[in-house]
């Protein structure tokens, strides 16, 4: 799901670059706020695992890779806000030490990774969730947040590609960037992520937070937050 | 660090230690790339050529490590297994890093 450089024409890029300093300098804001120090060795974890998890490529025989993004726990674990932030930190990594992700796209990819998919992520869990802090039903609230999360961060970048033919055309009428519409774009990236890359998403994330729920329940912060003091 | 963090930490490492399999595996089922994120040559390969916009860009930012493997386009599987866990050991390293510090200078006490 990392846009390369050249596949967004820069009315595509900038746009998306503005719309995520956006969300950073929101995020920096409600950090200094509510941020406690004993959060933040988690946030330096909850970066290493995102870059961690990101290089486990999940084949489709004969087909593509994908591969989850572990934007969701960490949006239930330290709040979408938290999520924003560690996510945003480890795109930068990748696309400045690794290529993976371009520079011009990093505002976009940012965007689709660390704003989408952690605030997604987290409303459905909020919703599923409902008022119980235990039992089968949080599971499911964690496997679904993981699952749509990472769908619609998925359709939020295959629509950005799917527009560049309507946006860009060459003297010849071909596509200057992106050449795929958004016909072929939406289904190849949404059914992709749909099945498996979801899935595993959906498991890491509800694994993870029983793992969490069992050992240290006063860290996660989408249970916590109901309470009137937050 | 609490224990609990400890333990966190290690199965971080443990997860970091298993990364070759995001190469292996996708080479074992014949499996591509992501979709949306071919090199030039692949695109000609794809549609006969390379768009204009897209070639003029694509080569913009020249990273250190492209694709985590040091050892370039033709390097053999040890070699590119090993570059991948030492990426990824780099990669959670710095990510860490860089995390701790920004939040560090954001945290305060007694929230």
């Known amino acids: 799901m990392h846009i390369p450089d050249g596949y967004l024409s820069p009315q595509t890029y900038l746009p998306l670059y503005g719309v995520s300093i956006g969300f950073w300098t929101i ?204 | 660090m609490t224990r609990f963090q400890k333990k966190l930490w290690i199965g971080l490492l443990i997860m970091t230690l298993l990364t070759p399999l995001g190469i292996l595996l996708p080479q074992k089922f014949k499996a591509e790339g992501a979709w949306g994120e071919w090199g030039t040559d692949k695109l000609e390969k794809l549609l006969g050529h390379v768009p204009e916009g897209l070639k003029r860009w694509a080569g913009l930012w020249k990273s250190p490590i492209p694709d985590y493997n040091f050892g370039g386009e033709g390097a053999s599987m040890t070699l590119q297994v090993f570059s991948y866990i030492v990426s990824g050991l780099l990669g959670i390293g710095i990510c860490a890093f860089v995390a701790y510090m920004i939040s560090r200078f954001m945290a305060r006490h007694g929230k």
């Open chain 1, 27 to 230: 995020a920096q804001r409600k950090l200094k706020k509510q941020l406690s120090l004993k959060h933040v060795p988690y946030l330096a974890m909850a970066a290493a695992f995102s870059f961690v998890i990101m290089m486990f490529n999940i084949p489709i025989p004969g087909g593509t890779t994908g591969h989850a993004v572990g934007a969701a726990i960490i949006a239930i674990l330290l709040g979408p806000w938290t999520a924003v932030l560690a996510v945003s930190v480890v795109l930068m990594i990748q696309a400045l030490l690794f290529g993976d992700g371009g520079i011009t796209a990093l505002g976009a990819n940012c965007f689709n990774m660390a704003v989408v998919m952690p605030f997604v992520s987290y409303g459905i869990f909020k919703l599923v969730k409902g008022k119980t802090a235990r039992g089968s039903r949080i599971v499911v609230a964690a496997f679904l947040a993981g699952y749509l999360g990472l769908v619609v961060a998925a359709l939020f970048t295959a629509f950005e590609f799917g527009i560049q033919p309507l946006i860009a055309a060459g003297a010849n009428g071909r596509p200057l960037y992106a050449p795929y519409p958004l016909s072929v774009a939406l289904p190849a990236m949404v059914l992709e992520h749909l099945f498996p890359f979801g899935v595993v998403e959906g498991l890491v994330t509800m694994l993870l937070l029983k793992y969490f729920l069992k050992h240290e329940p006063d860290l996660v912060y989408a249970v916590l937050d109901s309470s009137p003091n937050r």
